[in-house]
């Protein structure tokens, strides 16, 4: 063979060789581009849904029990949810008034305050204001039994009904006694003074009925209002008067403890029924734990507090059993009134009844 001839055998070799390698090359390109397109194609991960926020608005001030026990609710329940659930605070009436915070959420905002008997009667669950009558407990035990009767629960239903749920029933408030700018030892030096109190009817007429002149207004307005002699008095439980420092311009606080205020947690219907029953019961149970905590704290801080009012140079007085057993005689007269007309007959009885 001459060198030419051999010369093109190798040529046509190597181009045979080339070409096989090439077309190895080729399947192993194609096998290896499906799995560059799916790296390629790969979806991000979804972005994690917003948490949802309870905005929390009440008229008591930073550092009062009830503020405590809010703190906790917050604490537990985004914990509880792992932070898909937060609870925002608003203390000292930051949202508005507890009238305007009850529109809201029954409106559909997700909002959240304290309520109780007496709001609700505003609301058109009219048996509910009982609750806020004068002197219709005798002791706690007693009204805490009636938040966990039969009762209790039928007519929340029917608040259910008008757009505001129930969180917890069982946060303590607290006694309401009254602080005034002069002393009342006697139900006749209770006449004529004007004292403030919350702005619903059921409290109203529960101090008229006592002889005093009930003055309604928003919390936040009473400090200015007793200092310019607005008014002679105002009702809360000792930690609402002491920490809305009332004691610097009003001196004489009666011990009276005219009603025992079991307060309520509450949110719109509609914001509720917008949970998974997954994050309905994570919000209810954590609001129940809130409040035993809160509880305990009343408990331990009204008795610190009165002796720091009493160091700020405010008198306490204890009402003799005379003057307790003229304002329980004189209390009686709220359960007659025509508000409590449109009451199913036989209420006082009924919840007498199962507070026992």
């Not at 009667?121 to 004068?134: K, S, Y």
């Not at 928003?218 to 609402?240: K, M, S």
Request: with cysteine.
């Amino acid at each position: 063979m001459n060198l030419f001839n051999k010369g093109i055998k190798l040529t046509l070799a190597a181009i045979a060789v080339s070409s096989f390698i090439a077309g190895c090359g080729g399947e192993e390109a194609k096998e290896a581009a499906p799995a560059a397109s799916a790296s390629q194609n790969t979806a991000a991960p979804a972005p994690a849904a917003e948490p949802i926020v309870l905005k929390f608005g009440y008229e008591n001030n930073p550092g009062e029990p009830f503020d405590e026990g809010a703190k906790k609710w917050q604490e537990l329940l985004n914990e509880r949810s792992k932070g898909t659930m937060k609870i925002e605070l608003y203390p000292s009436s930051q949202l508005g008034s507890k009238t305007d915070i009850i529109d809201s959420m029954i409106l559909g905002e997700d909002v959240a305050t304290l309520a109780d008997g007496a709001f609700y009667a505003d609301r058109g669950v009219a048996d509910f204001g009982i609750i806020f009558g004068p002197f219709l407990f005798d002791s706690w035990d007693e009204a805490f039994k009636l938040n966990n009767s039969q009762w209790f629960k039928d007519e929340e239903k029917l608040l259910n009904e008008k757009g505001i749920k129930i969180a917890a029933a069982n946060w303590k408030y607290g006694d309401r006694h009254t602080l005034t700018t002069k002393p009342v030892r006697s139900i006749e030096d209770l006449h004529g003074l004007k004292i403030r109190v919350a702005t619903s009817e059921i409290f109203s007429e529960g101090m008229r009925v006592l002889g005093a002149t009930p003055t309604p207004m928003p919390l936040g307005d009473v400090y200015t209002a007793l200092q310019q002699h607005t008014i002679d008095g105002v009702e809360n439980p000792i930690p609402v008067l002491y920490n809305g420092k009332f004691y610097e311009v009003a001196k004489y606080l009666l011990l009276d403890a005219h009603i025992k205020n079991i307060t309520n947690i509450i949110v719109g219907t509609k914001f509720f029924n917008k949970l998974t029953p997954e994050q309905q019961t994570m919000l209810l149970e954590t609001c129940q734990e809130a409040g035993e905590y809160q509880n305990s704290v009343v408990d331990k801080v009204e008795k610190e507090l009165l002796e720091k009012m009493k160091a700020e140079g405010v008198e306490v007085i204890e009402p003799s059993e005379e003057f307790k057993a003229d304002l329980k005689k004189a209390s009686l007269e709220f359960y007659t009134l025509p508000l409590t007309k449109t009451w199913t007959p036989n209420l006082y009885e009924t919840v007498k009844a199962n507070c026992k």
